[in-house]
């Protein structure tokens, strides 16, 4: 058994923050990235991401995030709705399957309709990971 170093944590990564149900504020970069077109901005409708999100709210979108990477389990996502196909739904991984698709499920459970009702998504209806809030 090694040696381990217990250093207090002075900054959360974002995969702490949103398993913590916190989401960081856009940064001075993310509204740089905003306004080159490398992030979209949506607004939140519903409250199936409470407490994360909240009707109202508006967050930033890594569309690119996964042209490189592949999502992981926990990242917040924003997808094309499996059955309404021009709706765009925000939603948490929360588990991936060995054929590569994505079992995604709202933070808000009893308001969610999720992966639970429609089964897992492909890759590619997965729009982008979200970043951040933009207040």
Known sequence: M??????????????????????????????????????QRLRVVGESMLPLLCPGE?????????????PKIGDVVVITHPIQKGLTIVKRITAISDRQTYFVVGDNPEASTDSRHWGTVKLASIIGRVTSKFN
Do not use: C, H
Not at 58 to 70: F, H, M, P, Q, R
């Open 2 to 39: 090694g040696n381990y170093v217990n250093r207090p944590k002075t900054r959360f990564n974002e995969q702490e923050l949103m398993s913590q149900n916190v989401l960081p504020e856009a940064t001075v970069g993310e509204l740089i990235m905003w306004l080159l077109r490398r992030r």
């Open 58 to 70: 508006e967050v930033l979108v890594d569309i690119y995030a996964y042209s490189k990477a592949s």
